[in-house]
């Protein structure tokens, strides 16, 4: 169906930041989305940018079209309900991918590494606007006494849910993380919370390592070399398992070296490009090396648990939210990689602030 106006008001149009070509975003006005059965409206609260944010801005996403409307972090409340969706007035957070149902992976239930795998926000348009619409059963509840802040941080805590899962992490284990940007530290907090013995982390940037100290990490030192950190801190051994949560050809370079015999290397992070890697190493220790894409249903649906349980402190994330109109601002602000670890856009006329 087609919503002329959302139901009790006259409002046919809406406000957007629509990405129109490399480097450019553009405030303006669009009509309302159009709603199919089946699906339901949601008005924006905060749309979390990320890396693949950046892609598409730059113009370097394979799949992202301009224009379109970015944003698949998206936490927000139901304005129009559809049958069997949550109701009108609940906050949801959304799991945005689109998959084709089609395909071997999708026929055997791994919808999330669909062949043909889409999302929200880059396929289709998302939440940098002041509503989207979207399909009822991609829409979870979260509570609405959980602080918004920490709401919003669903989707990437899912890829840090997904990340730690598929490492096999039982208890006990040391680990490493290279990289201390948003998905790092939050797959360092999921890692901690799931009883790793001991969490390192290596970050380049002062102000991140300040913020990963912050929340109780031990860091690598600024001017020492991450393998021979990893080394002092694991008796020689090297860690159990190694998170790769930078993605930069020199931390490829790294991953061997600092991982044990017999342990395992989590790609977290995404490579743009292939990277030098040295399989020989791999293959003499017999290393198991784990590729991570996106996450699953069940990892959103624990991710919102853990944010309603308050059990990783993620009120202590220094955030910054930036109003819908100054979506550009956000993004300069996101890729400069300081101590604000996560940027959000809010509604239109919202006032930015940081939070620690």
């Known amino acids: 169906m087609s919503i002329e106006a959302i139901p009790g008001t006259t409002v046919k149009t809406m406000r957007a930041a629509v990405w129109t070509g490399p480097e450019t975003i553009e405030y303006r006005t669009v009509p309302l989305p159009e709603v199919p059965e089946g699906w339901s409206l949601v008005r924006s609260e905060l749309t979390g940018i990320c890396g693949t944010d950046f892609s598409i801005l730059h113009g370097s996403h394979p799949r992202a079209e301009a224009p379109v409307v970015m944003g698949h972090e998206i936490t927000g409340v139901v304005e129009v309900a ?5 109701a009108a007035g609940t906050r949801v957070t959304v799991e945005p991918l689109i998959h084709c149902g089609t395909c071997h992976p999708c026929r ?6 669909c062949r043909n795998l889409k999302l929200y926000g880059i396929d289709v348009a998302g939440s940098l606007a002041e509503y989207v619409a979207l399909p009822a059963e991609t829409l979870i509840p979260i509570s ?36 201390a940007g948003p998905i790092g530290i939050l797959t360092a907090l999921v890692a901690r919370h799931e009883g790793a013995g001991s969490v390192l982390i290596s970050e380049p940037s002062e102000e991140r390592r300040v913020v990963a100290e912050q929340l109780g990490f031990d860091t690598v030192a600024s001017g020492t070399d991450p393998v021979s950190a990893v080394m002092e801190a694991t008796g020689g051994d090297g860690a159990d398992i190694v ?23 989590v790609l977290v992070g995404v490579y743009k490009k292939p990277v030098e890697v040295d399989l020989q190493a791999l293959t003499f220790a017999e290393n198991t090396v784990v590729g991570v894409r996106v996450y699953t249903r069940a990892d959103v649906e624990r991710a919102v648990k853990l944010i309603e349980g308050g059990e990783l402190g993620l009120g202590r994330i220094p955030v910054q939210v930036f109003p819908l109109e100054e979506t550009p601002a956000a993004f300069t602000q996101a890729m400069t990689a300081g101590a604000v670890l996560k940027v959000f856009v809010g509604p239109a006329g919202a006032n930015g602030k940081e939070e620690e």
């Open 243 to 265: 998170f790769d949560s930078a993605a930069h050809p020199s931390v490829a370079a790294l991953l061997p070296k600092a991982v044990r015999v017999l342990g395992t290397i």
């Open 108 to 113: 055997e239930g791994n919808t999330h590494v």
């Open 82 to 86: 559809a049958a069997g969706g949550p």
């Open 144 to 179: 609405s006494a959980v602080p918004l802040q920490e709401a919003a941080l669903a989707e990437p805590l899912a890829v840090a849910v997904h990340a730690v899962s598929r490492s096999g992490l039982r208890g006990g284990e040391r680990v490493v993380v290279f990289g």
